[in-house]
Nanobody
């Protein structure tokens, strides 16, 4: 059973870079056809797909966040990471990592609250 776990700071100051790591167990992030995804859900709003990195290392980001988003991976640790630069309070959300063979993931992390505040 594939399991995912997000980790990172729960509080980030405005203008700083938010950095989150997703550790995957029970499966390899290089498994053919798999996509590893970051999503978020701001308070009172719907879930937003942010971006993904696939089994080959290719990345995709939603256009509205592309200029501020970087997704990378460490295959030796079976982890993938999200960096979101120049954060504002509007980036406050529960952040999720997820994975599966399509962009509609089969596996989810439990989510981690990130608050942007000075």
């Amino acid at each position: 059973q594939v399991q995912l776990q997000e980790s990172g700071p729960g509080l980030v100051k405005p203008s700083q870079t938010l950095s989150l790591t997703c550790t995957v167990s029970g499966g390899s992030i290089t498994t053919n056809s798999y996509h590893w995804i970051w999503l978020r859900q701001p308070p009172g709003k719907g879930r937003e797909w942010m971006g993904a990195i696939d089994y080959s290392g290719s990345t995709h980001s939603t256009p509205s966040l592309k200029s501020r988003t970087s997704i990378s991976r460490d295959t030796s640790k079976n982890q993938f990471t999200l960096q979101l630069s120049s954060v504002t309070p509007e980036d406050t959300a529960v952040y999720y990592c997820a994975g599966g063979t399509t962009m509609n993931p089969d596996y989810w992390g439990q989510g981690t609250q990130v608050t942007v505040s000075s």
